[in-house]
């Protein structure tokens, strides 16, 4: 089944859709974007994904051209024409077409785009087995850089690190912030379990605001799972008892390995329990919808 993309109102299939050289999203990284799952023919948890990208789209000075109704009725004509039960949304909002110049005043009306793949982006047999980890030398953009909340066309320090990924032949790069404590991985966020407790970086360490993350704490909260957001070091990855990532195109995977060092649970005590609840939460929220 070939991806599908709903570009100003009509689908088309994504190969046929085009976008112009002109567009500030592609010559700056000039805009911002979310990836959004559907499970049973249902997005989930489009609320909190429109309304992060309604906060990055502030944080950048953009207005959104569509309001929230526009957005959601596009994502569901989508998943209908595709057909398809499960897969991935790419919703994009560039600054649009403008001269030449980086100034965005010249840029007259954002473009929205939104693509729809029914494809997984994990390998299985990665989840089954657990990932293969390293610490990339790339760090996560500070603060008073690009604020790494703002989840932006801008994602060239991401793809370095994955680069490196795959360089060392592991699935998967954690990123340091610019004081090297734990930010997150290339497009997913960083759990590990220690002595029966769950830790995660805050956001303001360097991380986006994961929407799995966030389920994934109030999973764990509602189970009276002890669940900490605490600064990490490297040192707290090679030495926890376990340790696993989320993320819309991850949900959660389990590492087995980080730079070499073979962590001793995979997956962790917590794990099969929240990914269980994970589930649950789908079907509960898409399935029956
Ligand atoms: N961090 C980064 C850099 C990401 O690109 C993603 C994927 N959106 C995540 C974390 C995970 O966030 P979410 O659970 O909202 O997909």
């Given amino acids: 089944m070939n991806a599908l993309c709903w570009m100003n109102g009509s689908i088309l299939p994504a190969s046929e859709a085009r976008l112009p050289v002109l567009d500030h999203g592609l010559l700056y990284g000039d805009g911002v974007f979310e990836g959004i799952r559907f499970y049973y023919g249902r997005p989930f948890r489009l609320d909190a994904h429109l309304a992060r990208l309604a906060r990055s789209a502030r944080a950048i000075a953009l207005d959104l051209p569509l309001e929230r109704p526009v957005l959601a009725a596009a994502v569901d004509a989508l998943i209908d024409a595709l057909g398809a039960g499960e897969g991935y949304l790419r919703l994009v909002v560039t600054r649009g077409v403008g001269a030449l110049g980086i100034s965005p005043a010249s840029c ?102 994961g929407v799995t993350r966030a ?62 609840a994970f589930r649950a939460c789908v079907r509960r929220e898409c399935e029956a919808a």
């Avoid at 999973?219 to 490297?234: H, M, N, V, Y």
């Avoid at 962590?263 to 329990?273: M, T």
């Fill in 108 to 209: 007259q009306a954002p473009n929205v785009f939104i693509i729809a793949a029914p494809l997984q982006l994990v390998d299985e047999a990665t989840r089954a087995r657990g990932a293969r980890v390293i610490v990339a030398s790339t760090r996560r953009l500070p603060l008073d850089g690009l604020d790494p909340r703002i989840k932006s066309l801008n994602y060239l320090n991401h793809v370095l690190a994955r680069i490196e990924a795959q360089n060392a032949g592991a699935d998967e790069a954690i990123l340091l912030n610019a004081a090297g404590r734990v930010a997150e991985g290339s497009a997913d966020n960083v759990f590990i379990e220690h002595e029966g407790v769950l830790y995660t970086p805050p956001v303001c360490e360097g991380a986006l605001a």
């Fill in 215 to 276: 389920l994934i704490l109030e999973l764990a909260e509602e189970r009276g799972l002890p669940c900490r957001e605490q600064p990490l070091a490297p040192y707290d990855l090679y030495t926890a008892d376990a340790c696993f990532l989320t993320g819309t195109g991850a949900e959660l995977i389990p590492v087995r390995e980080i730079d070499g060092r073979p962590l001793p649970q995979v997956p962790g005590a917590h794990f099969g329990r929240l990914a269980e």
